[in-house]
C-alpha cells in the first residue's frame, strides 16, 4: 500500500521505507526475525552493490576533478562542526578524548541519507554537482573514519576506560 501510494506521488523509495517501518511495528517478533534474515541476504549480497554502483553513475566526475578543493572544504566544515558539538556536549560526562572519539563516531553518513539525496537529485531538487560533492565526501569519510576511530582508540583506550 505505502509503496502503491509512493508510486502515485513519485516517491516509491520513501513509500517503500515507510512500508519496511510499519511491518516493523506490527509482525511478531519470532515471524519478524526469520523475515530480516532472508532479507538481508537479498539486501546486502544483491540489492546494495547495485544500488552504490547506481549512485555512482550518477556522479559527475569532471566536476569532481575541477573541485577537490571544495570536496576538502565540505569535508573539513562539517568534520569541525561534528567534532566540536560533541565537544562541548559530552566533555563533561565522557572526558575529552571520548567526546572526541563520539564526534569521530558522528562523522560517519548512513546510507538512508545517499537515499534521500539520490532521490533529490532524479527530481530535480538539487543538481548534480551537489550530489557529486556530497556523495564524495561520503566516500571520504566512509574509508577516513574506521582507520581515524580505531587509530584514536588504540591510543586512548587505557585514558578513555579510566573515565
Known amino acids: 500500500m505505502f509503496i502503491g501510494i509512493g508510486g502515485i506521488a513519485d516517491a516509491a523509495p520513501l513509500g517503500a521505507i515507510l512500508a519496511g517501518v510499519v511491518v516493523r511495528i506490527f509482525l511478531p517478533p519470532s515471524r519478524l526475525k526469520a523475515i530480516e534474515s532472508e532479507v538481508r541476504t537479498m539486501t546486502y549480497g544483491l540489492f546494495a552493490p547495485l544500488f552504490f554502483f547506481w549512485v555512482g553513475t550518477s556522479l559527475d566526475l569532471g566536476y569532481l576533478a575541477t573541485a577537490p578543493l571544495l570536496i576538502l572544504a565540505i569535508v573539513v566544515v562539517s568534520s569541525v562542526a561534528k567534532l ?4 562541548l556536549v559530552g ?19 548512513f546510507s538512508t541519507g545517499i537515499i534521500i539525496m539520490k532521490f533529490l537529485l532524479d527530481h530535480g531538487v538539487i543538481d548534480a554537482q551537489v550530489y557529486s560533492v556530497i556523495v564524495a565526501s561520503t566516500i571520504i569519510f566512509t574509508i577516513a573514519v574506521p582507520i581515524i576511530f580505531s587509530l584514536l582508540f588504540s591510543k586512548w583506550e587505557k585514558q578513555i576506560v579510566k573515565t
Open 84 to 87: 566540536l558539538a560533541s565537544y
Open 91 to 109: 566533555h563533561k560526562e565522557l572526558g575529552g578524548r571520548g567526546s572526541v572519539l563520539l564526534g569521530v563516531g558522528l562523522l560517519v553518513r
